[in-house]
């Protein structure tokens, strides 16, 4: 269940992406307070999904990607400067 969010059609600050980064459309960037998040979280603040109920379906199911790689851990650790793309849009943790 993937969020259709209207932040993903504007260009956030470093929203565009450089030519040959990997990753189709826009980025937006999303600020978190911490060194690091769990996936599971990141998806939901990144409205990414609806709820932390569809967390788990989307990673069985090999939809949810970081940096590229298919990404089947709820609890992956991510680090400012990880993308994590979900149904062709995609998020970078800020």
């Known amino acids: 269940m993937v969020v259709d969010s209207p932040w993903f059609a504007a ?7 450089s030519p040959g980064d990997g990753h189709a459309g826009r980025v937006r960037e ?6 690091m998040i ?6 939901k603040l990144a ?12 990673l069985a199911d090999g ?3 970081v940096n ?3 990404e089947t851990r ?5 680090a400012r400067g990880d993308v994590v ?8 943790v800020g």
């Open 11 to 17: 260009t956030a600050a470093g929203g565009r992406r």
């Open 30 to 35: 999303v600020k978190i307070r911490e060194e």
């Open 38 to 43: 769990r996936l599971g979280q990141f998806l």
């Open 47 to 58: 409205d990414l999904v609806e709820t932390g109920g569809d967390v788990k379906p989307l």
């Open 63 to 65: 939809q949810v990607r």
């Open 68 to 70: 590229d790689d298919v």
């Open 74 to 78: 709820r609890g992956r650790q991510l």
């Open 85 to 92: 793309t979900v149904g062709g849009q995609s998020a970078r």
